[in-house]
């Protein structure tokens, strides 16, 4: 599973995979990216396990290993639990920055789809040209 999570977290890091970006609608934050993360602290909690029996035994550097690994799993854990939700700048690789400030200019394909003249103005893509919208008295009343 650690495996799994982690190369996918590279590849959407590298914005080979983008599937992920379906979780969008269940998770406000970055969930193919905090996959990453989740799978770095899965390998590390399994790295520790595997060396925790040795470090206990008394070798020195060995527990020094444990600590750092610990710290690793903590902070990738942590990281990848509030991914899910929400990422740090710093964080964010540049073709997520790319495409927020593109969908911010609305120079993205659903905005120029929506735009006038686009193949979805109107209702329900019907072409909007030739309907004009009004608003009602009782609109204005009711605010």
Same mark, same amino acid.
């Given at each position: 599973?650690?495996?799994?999570?982690?190369?996918?977290?590279?590849?959407?890091?590298?914005?080979?995979?983008?599937?992920?970006?379906?979780?969008?609608?269940?998770?406000?934050?970055?969930? &193919? !990216? =905090?996959? +990453?993360? *989740?799978?770095?602290?899965?390998?590390?909690? @399994? $790295?520790?396990?595997?060396?925790?029996?040795?470090?206990?035994?008394?070798?020195?550097?060995? &527990? !020094? =290993?444990? +600590?750092? *690994?610990f710290?690793?799993?903590?902070?990738? @854990? $942590?990281?990848?639990?509030?991914?899910?939700?929400?990422?740090?700048?710093?964080?964010?690789?540049?073709?997520?920055?790319?495409?927020?400030?593109?969908?911010?200019?609305?120079?993205?394909?659903?905005?120029?789809?929506?735009?006038?003249?686009?193949?979805?103005?109107?209702?329900?893509?019907?072409?909007?040209?030739?309907?004009?919208?009004?608003?009602?008295?009782?609109d204005?009343?009711?605010?």
């Amino acid at each position: 599973m650690s495996a799994v999570l982690i190369v996918s977290g590279v590849m959407a890091y590298r914005q080979k995979y983008v599937a992920w970006l379906a979780l969008k609608s269940f998770f406000p934050g970055w969930p &193919g !990216l =905090a996959g +990453l993360y *989740l799978g770095i602290a899965i390998a590390t909690i @399994l $790295v520790l396990n595997s060396i925790l029996d040795a470090a206990t035994a008394g070798n020195l550097l060995l &527990g !020094l =290993a444990v +600590l750092v *690994l610990f710290a690793v799993f903590v902070l990738c @854990l $942590v990281t990848g639990i509030v991914g899910m939700f929400w990422l740090p700048r710093f964080l964010l690789p540049r073709w997520v920055e790319d495409m927020v400030e593109e969908i911010r200019r609305g120079d993205d394909p659903l905005s120029r789809d929506l735009r006038p003249g686009g193949r979805l103005h109107g209702r329900l893509g019907v072409p909007g040209s030739a309907r004009v919208h009004t608003r009602r008295k009782d609109d204005d009343d009711q605010q």
